[in-house]
C-alpha cells in the first residue's frame, strides 16, 4: 500500500492551435522495487506503479510501461499535440489496483 | 469428486509448478529475452533515435535519461546490469508532440542503457550508453 499518494502535472496555460507543448509529470509513490530487504533481510514486496497514460479530449498522448527500475516519484517529461482546447487526462495504475487521475486544462486560441 | 492418490499428487505438483516456477521464470528474463520479446528477433539500425544519459551518476537510485526517436510508435529502455534489465516502455500516441520521453531511473552500478525504438515500418532502432554509477540503486 502506498499512502499519500500525490499526483503533479504542469501543462501551459495557452498554447497556439497545432503547438506542441511540453508536459511534465510527478507522483510521490515509493515504488518499492521488490529487490530491497528490509531489517530482517526479509524481501519487502514489490509496489509500484505500472502503468501511466496521458489522454486530450480523449485521444491518447503517450502511454508508458512502468517496471521497478523506474525511481521513487515516477517522473515524466513529454510533448503533446494541442489541435484545440480542451482537458489533459493523466492516470496511474498502481499495483495494488488504485487508480490516480489528475486532469488539466489548455486553452488554445 | 473422486480423486485417486496418485492423481491428487500429481495435480499437486502442477499446481505447486505454476504457482512458483512460472513468475520466476518470467522475472529471470535476460537482456537478450527481453529484446527479443519486443523487436521479435529483428535486427536494429542505430540511426535515428538518441539516449541522454549522464557519464557519471552519483547516485544511481535517481539517473535522469531522455530518449527521442522521430517517427517511433514505441521506445523500451532496457538497463543491461539491473537484477531486472526491463525498465519502462514508452508507447506515443496520436497525439504526441514528439516520439521522446525524460524520466528517472535506477541503476545497481556501472552498466549499458539501451534504447530499442520500434518504427511504423517494423524496423528497430538501437541506442546504448554506458553510464558510471557511485552509489548503486538496488538493494542497499
Known amino acids: ?109 | 469428486m473422486d480423486l485417486s492418490r496418485r492423481q491428487f499428487v500429481g495435480t499437486g505438483l502442477v499446481a505447486a509448478a505454476a504457482f512458483f516456477g512460472l513468475p520466476s521464470i518470467v522475472s529471470a528474463a535476460t537482456l537478450e529475452e527481453a529484446i527479443a520479446a519486443f523487436t521479435g528477433g529483428a535486427e536494429a539500425g542505430s540511426d535515428g533515435i538518441t539516449l541522454i544519459a549522464p557519464e557519471i551518476a552519483e547516485n544511481g537510485n535517481t539517473v535522469p535519461i531522455e530518449v527521442d526517436a522521430p517517427g517511433a510508435e514505441a521506445i523500451m529502455v532496457l538497463a543491461a546490469g539491473n537484477p531486472n534489465p526491463d525498465v519502462c516502455t514508452f508507447n506515443f500516441g496520436p497525439l504526441a508532440g514528439r516520439q521522446g520521453c525524460a524520466t528517472r531511473i535506477r541503476l545497481a552500478g556501472e552498466q549499458d542503457v539501451i534504447a530499442i525504438a520500434r518504427m511504423p515500418d517494423g524496423t528497430f532502432k538501437q541506442a546504448r550508453q554506458n553510464v558510471r554509477v557511485t552509489i548503486g540503486g538496488c538493494g542497499g
Open chain 1, 1 to 109: 500500500m502506498a499512502d499519500n499518494v500525490t499526483p503533479r502535472v504542469r501543462v501551459p496555460r495557452d498554447a497556439s492551435a497545432g503547438d506542441s507543448v511540453s508536459v511534465r509529470t510527478l507522483i510521490s509513490h515509493p515504488m518499492e522495487s521488490g529487490q530491497r530487504r528490509d531489517g530482517d533481510g526479509n524481501l519487502i514486496p514489490r509496489s509500484i506503479i505500472n502503468r501511466f497514460t496521458c489522454d486530450f479530449n480523449g485521444q491518447n498522448v503517450i502511454d508508458v510501461t512502468l517496471e521497478p527500475a523506474i525511481s521513487t516519484n515516477p517522473y515524466f517529461q513529454f510533448d503533446a499535440t494541442v489541435p484545440e482546447s480542451g482537458t489533459f487526462q493523466f492516470t496511474w495504475y498502481d499495483d495494488d489496483g488504485s487508480v490516480y487521475e489528475e486532469t488539466a486544462e489548455i486553452t488554445v486560441t
